[in-house]
C-alpha cells in the first residue's frame, strides 16, 4: 500500500500565499506523477496542477500564472507554491501519486480557505 500525505494548507486573506506538501511512502518502486486536485464546496474535484516525473507540468486555466508546482523525485514529494490566493481559490486540496501500472493513491485532502 501507498500512503499520500498532504500538509500546509490553512486560512490566508485574498492575496496571500501557501506552500502545500505533498510525501508518498510506502511499497512504492516507481512515480510517474504526482499533483492536486482541489474540490470547492458544493462543486466537482478538478485537476489544479500536475507534475511527472521528467519535469513537465500541467496547469489549470484558473492558477496558471499564480501557482507553481515543483517536485523532489528522490524524496517522493511535490510542493504547490500558491501566490496571489483568490477566495475561488477555497477548496480541499487531494495530493495524488500515480505510480506504474496506472495506479492512483489518493491523500486525506487539506484544506485551504481563502477570505476576502
Known amino acids: 500500500q501507498v500512503q499520500v500525505v498532504e500538509s500546509g494548507g490553512g486560512l490566508v486573506q485574498a492575496g496571500g500565499s501557501l506552500r502545500l506538501s505533498c510525501a508518498a511512502s510506502g511499497s512504492i518502486f516507481s512515480i510517474n506523477a504526482m499533483g492536486w486536485h482541489r474540490q470547492a464546496p458544493r462543486k466537482q474535484r478538478d485537476l489544479v496542477a500536475d507534475i511527472n516525473s521528467g519535469g513537465s507540468t500541467t496547469y489549470a486555466d484558473s492558477v496558471k500564472g499564480r501557482f507553481t508546482i515543483s517536485r523532489d523525485n528522490a524524496k517522493n514529494t511535490v510542493y504547490l507554491q500558491m501566490n496571489g490566493l483568490k477566495p475561488e481559490d477555497t477548496g480541499v486540496y487531494y495530493c495524488?501519486?500515480?505510480?506504474?501500472?496506472?495506479?492512483?493513491?489518493w491523500g486525506q485532502g487539506t484544506q485551504v480557505t481563502v477570505s476576502s
Open positions: 495524488y501519486a500515480r505510480v506504474a501500472g496506472t495506479r492512483t493513491y
